[in-house]
T-cell receptor, first 110, second 118 residues
Framework: KNEVEQSPQNLTAQEGEFITINCSYS?????LHWLQQHPGGGIVSLFM???GKKKHGRLIATINIQEKHSSLHITASHPRDSAVYIC????????????FGTGTRLKVLA | NAGVTQTPKFQVLKTGQSMTLQCAQD?????MSWYRQDPGMGLRLIHY???????DQGEVPNGYNVSRSTTEDFPLRLLSAAPSQTSVYFC?????????????????FGAGSRLTVL
């Protein structure tokens, strides 16, 4: 079983829809990142969370440390949001070794 | 612009050849790492460094070598390329293990290097 699980693996939405991507992990963590990767592109960190909730434009990320779960929400989705979203956790083990989910491939149709 | 610079973006090698992927950052980050990304799998850590002169192995270190002689540079060497090393490679850097008291996102990736080994 992977230490970081994302769901769904693939998601197709219509423009304007509210989207939720989930990340569950099984280890104690210091931080969690949500990353975005456009097709053929580089990887960008959208959020870093250690508790609570963060918002940036149409993106909202939440984390529940006790339940070992995080969600990324996209409001009023747009075709330019089409990308792979990756959850990455930094365990509290003291070493600098992020663990990554396999990603959620999102396609937003116009 | 500040960031992580990776070169080359594309490379084709023959089995047995050696090469170096270059990674440089100008943000004075302590932590640097190399990942490979393969279809259907998450990013996997090859090697990482917590500062100049200090490196350690990640999840998939075999066939790769690294050094960190300066804070800025963290090259990845393929000693004798094999088809199993065909992948997309990403270098990343961060300050204080990617944590920031200001909440800023300090985990920064390079643009990636697509390597094909024939």
């Amino acid at each position: 079983k992977n230490e970081v699980e994302q769901s769904p693996q693939n998601l197709t939405a219509q423009e304007g829809e509210f989207i939720t991507i989930n990340c569950s992990y099984s280890v104690g963590i210091s931080a969690l990142h949500w990353l975005q990767q456009h097709p053929g592109g580089g990887i960008v960190s959208l959020f870093m969370l250690s508790s609570g909730k963060k918002k940036h434009g149409r993106l909202i990320a939440t984390i529940n440390i006790q339940e070992k779960h995080s969600s990324l929400h996209i409001t009023a989705s747009h075709p330019r949001d089409s990308a792979v979203y990756i959850c990455a956790v930094l365990p509290t083990s003291g070493t600098y070794k992020y663990i990554f989910g396999t990603g959620t491939r999102l396609k937003v149709l116009a | 612009n500040a960031g992580v610079t990776q070169t080359p973006k594309f490379q084709v090698l023959k089995t047995g050849q050696s090469m170096t992927l270059q990674c440089a950052q100008d943000m004075n980050h302590e932590y640097m790492s190399w990942y490979r990304q393969d279809p259907g799998m998450g990013l996997r850590l090859i090697h990482y460094s917590v500062g100049a002169g200090i490196t350690d192995q990640g999840e998939v270190p075999n066939g790769y070598n690294v050094s960190r002689s300066t804070t800025e540079d963290f090259p990845l060497r393929l000693l004798s390329a094999a088809p199993s090393q065909t992948s997309v490679y990403f270098c990343a850097s961060s300050d204080d293990r990617g944590l920031s008291l200001s909440g800023a996102n300090v985990l920064t990736f390079g643009a990636g290097s697509r390597l094909t080994v024939l």
